[in-house]
Structures are given as structure tokens and as C-alpha cells.
């Protein structure tokens, strides 16, 4: 009964084993792991982070644990490929048992592959040409990396515009019409020293069409179009102006202001006072404006 007794002790070890006889470089073969053992017992198959030297594995497939009478298969399939050239491949792949705070390596027998060998006579010694010259490589314009920043480009102005376009158009709005006056104010300003230094008619013709030049953009009406009567008509009979174009007329068709060059300076001064309210005006509803 001795030999029995020492038989039944001895560990069983996992079956491996091949799917083909013989492969080419680089062609996936499968690699079978069988092993059967207790059901009590605890037991692991060799995973990704195994080395399967000399074959790298490419994939695997384990199957679910069969238990019938008291004993378990645990099976596994890895699909296998080697670039090594030597003519005959081995392998064995473990099973891993857990007992309590030890593992226990059972290997299953080796089993061999052949690759095939598609090279039979080869020329000794190899005659191998040697070029150091540098090859020239056409430049190639990177049209995806330049496409990809439009777009982005595109998109951020996009969002920019959404969060903040009425703001910056308001400030855009508020900065032409500050330029505007201060270009306006600073040429009336000088045809009205002109007309105190020379009391020449023409600087005062030139400081009122400059006027109703300034006066018909701000406004985005033809005021430079119309007469004395319509733009007063047309600011709702403002005595101020009324009275300054009035007296403007006098001096450059009437050729009297050598007689009343103090009431001309100050239809002038009257004029240069209306255009500063009204660019005031427009500067406040401009601020003011939330939807334009």
C-alpha cells in the first residue's frame, strides 16, 4: 500500500500545450494551461505581467473554474508570438498554489514549437553598402497643427465676442466719438482765432460748415444739407442756435462783422457751447445703452 500512499501525495501538474506544431516569425499561436486540483484548493494562472520569453504575449482568455466531484479545472488560453530566430521555441508556464502565507510553483511540461525558417542559403560575408550622405526631405507644410488653431482661435474669439462684444463695442462707440471732438473742437477753435486775429469772413464760413460737418456725423443726419431754419427746426427751435446761425449768416452774406465782431466771437462761442452739450448727450446714452 506504500507505493499507493506516496502516488496520492504527489502534486498533479498543469497540462500545456501548443495549438500548432510550427509557426513563422511573428505569427500568433495559442498556448493551451489546463489544471486540475481540489476544490479547497486556492489556486492563480500566470497573468499580462508574467514573462513568456522567449514569446511575447499578445492576448488572453481565461475560462470559468469547472468544479464536478470535489475537483476544479481552471483553464486558460494565451495567444502568443515570438520574433526570436533560434529554430525550436520552449515553454512552460506555472500554475501558482496559495497555502496560507506560502505559494507553491507547479510547472507544466515543456512543451516546443518550431519556426519555420524562411531563409535557407545565405551569402557569407554579407556585402552591406554604407550611405552617409544626408538625404534632402521636402518640407511639408503642417496643414492639421495650422487647421487646429484657426479653430481654436476662431472658437475663443467667438466666446470673447458672446461675453464681452456689447462692452467693447460700447467703449469702441465711446473712444470714435472722443477722437471726433477732439479733432472737431481743435480745428473750430483755431478758425475762431483766425476770425479774431484777421476778422476775415471766410474762418467763420469755415468754422460753421466744420460745425455742421461735426454736427451731421455725431447725429447721422444730413444737417450739413440743411438750412439755417431746418436745423433749428430740427433741434426743436433752440434759441441758442437759432440766434448764433442767425447771427453767422449775418456776418458772412450780410459782410457786417466789422461792425459787430463781439456778436460774431460769441455766436461762435455759442455753436462751440451746443456742440460740447451734444456730444455729452450722445457720450451718456452711449454709457447708458445695455441692448443696441
Not at 518640407?139 to 482661435?153: G, K, T
Amino acid at each position: 500500500m506504500l507505493p499507493f500512499s506516496v502516488l496520492g501525495q504527489q502534486q498533479r501538474l498543469p497540462l500545456g500545450q501548443f495549438s500548432r506544431d510550427s509557426i513563422q516569425l511573428g505569427e500568433l499561436v495559442e498556448y493551451t494551461l489546463v489544471y486540475r486540483h481540489p476544490a479547497a484548493e486556492e489556486v492563480v494562472l500566470p497573468a499580462e505581467k508574467y514573462n513568456f520569453s522567449p514569446f511575447e504575449l499578445v492576448r488572453k482568455s481565461f475560462h470559468p473554474t469547472v468544479t464536478m466531484g470535489g475537483i476544479s479545472t481552471d483553464s486558460a488560453i494565451y495567444t502568443l508570438r515570438t520574433f526570436e530566430t533560434n529554430a525550436a521555441q520552449q515553454l512552460s508556464l506555472p500554475v501558482f498554489i496559495l497555502r496560507e502565507q506560502d505559494t507553491v510553483h507547479v510547472f507544466a511540461a515543456t512543451r516546443e514549437v518550431h519556426v519555420k525558417q524562411l531563409v535557407s542559403n545565405l551569402a557569407e560575408p554579407l556585402q552591406v553598402k554604407a550611405i552617409t550622405d544626408l538625404a534632402l526631405v521636402e518640407e511639408r507644410f503642417n496643414w492639421p497643427v495650422v487647421l487646429l488653431w484657426v479653430i481654436a482661435s476662431i472658437t475663443f474669439l467667438t466666446l470673447v465676442w458672446l461675453i464681452f462684444g456689447q462692452s467693447i463695442r460700447r467703449k469702441y462707440k465711446l473712444y470714435r466719438l472722443r477722437k471726433d471732438h477732439l479733432y472737431y473742437a481743435s480745428r473750430f477753435n483755431s478758425h475762431k482765432d483766425r476770425f479774431e486775429k484777421s476778422g476775415a469772413p471766410v474762418s467763420i464760413e469755415k468754422a460753421v460748415t466744420l460745425w455742421k460737418n461735426y454736427l451731421t456725423k455725431m447725429e447721422r443726419k444730413a444737417i450739413n444739407s440743411f438750412t439755417t431754419k431746418e436745423i433749428v427746426e430740427f433741434y426743436d427751435n433752440d434759441e441758442e442756435v437759432n440766434t448764433a446761425l442767425r447771427i453767422c449768416d449775418k456776418a458772412i452774406y450780410g459782410n457786417l462783422q466789422s461792425e459787430s465782431e463781439g456778436e460774431t466771437n460769441l455766436a461762435l462761442s455759442m455753436l462751440r457751447r451746443f456742440a460740447k452739450a451734444r456730444y455729452k448727450t450722445h457720450r451718456e446714452l452711449i454709457s447708458n445703452a445695455r441692448t443696441r
